[in-house]
């Protein structure tokens, strides 16, 4: 009964699978470590919901439109323009979070005390600035990780903590050195400022947006972009 119940979900779903960038979200290989990610469109249900860890697409808008599900999740997108390709680019960065470990707890101290280093690494403009960065905020428990953005989710960056960690996750590519650095500092200035139970998306409107918070961290990337 139980599995005749979820195939009947499935199949309600293929509306819902329709919405997704299905193909550009193959393409970059966000779906090669699930079984039938190509195939009729009963699969492509089935392979949407194992890549967001839900059992059916109900789950889906429970999480990420609802909020019911987890308590950090503090937002929701059901006022975003493109809720079902934005949920993706953070699904995919939380995966990414996952496969990377820390073993020590994040302080706001030992992330002030990096800043001046961070701050000489865009001033020396050196070509590995990525791994360099991913490397030196990872000393402080931060993790940080580069997302290939998807043509209906023009996300610049976002700042939250996932499973207890603080996790920036950029996007591959910016318009310019500058918006690099400022959407960087943005989010580290979320991390030192803010609470644990808030997510911040940068250059996508979405629900429960604060603009005070948000114009404490434009304040705080302008301080640091002009040191």
């Not at 199949?11 to 079984?35: C, H, M, V």
């Amino acid at each position: 009964m139980a599995r005749r119940k979820r195939e009947k979900s499935l199949k309600e779903g293929l509306q819902w699978a329709k919405k997704f960038p299905y193909e550009e979200i193959s393409r970059l290989g966000w779906l090669s470590d699930i079984t039938d990610a190509q195939g009729d469109a009963k699969n492509i249900v089935d392979t949407l919901c194992t890549f967001f860890a839900v059992s059916s697409p109900k789950g889906w808008e429970d999480f990420y439109l609802n909020q019911r599900l987890r308590v950090s999740f503090s937002i929701t997108l059901a006022e975003a323009c493109n809720p079902y390709a934005l949920s993706a680019w953070l699904r995919q960065g939380e995966i990414q979070a996952g496969e990377i470990s820390v073993e020590t707890k994040y302080t706001a101290k030992l992330l002030r005390e990096i800043l001046n280093e961070i701050s000489e690494i865009r001033k020396s403009g050196i070509g590995n600035r990525d791994e360099i960065l991913a490397s030196l905020l990872g000393k402080v428990v931060i993790k940080l990780i580069f997302t290939d953005t998807l043509s209906s989710a023009p996300v610049k960056g976002c700042a939250r903590y996932i499973y207890g960690v603080p996790c920036i996750q950029l996007s591959k590519k910016f318009e310019s050195d500058a918006d690099f650095w400022r959407t960087l500092f943005h989010e580290i200035g979320h991390i030192l400022m803010h609470g644990k139970k808030d997510i911040f998306i940068e250059n996508v409107n979405y629900g429960y947006k604060n603009p005070e918070k948000e114009r404490e961290a434009d304040e705080f990337a302008s301080l640091w972009m002009n040191k």
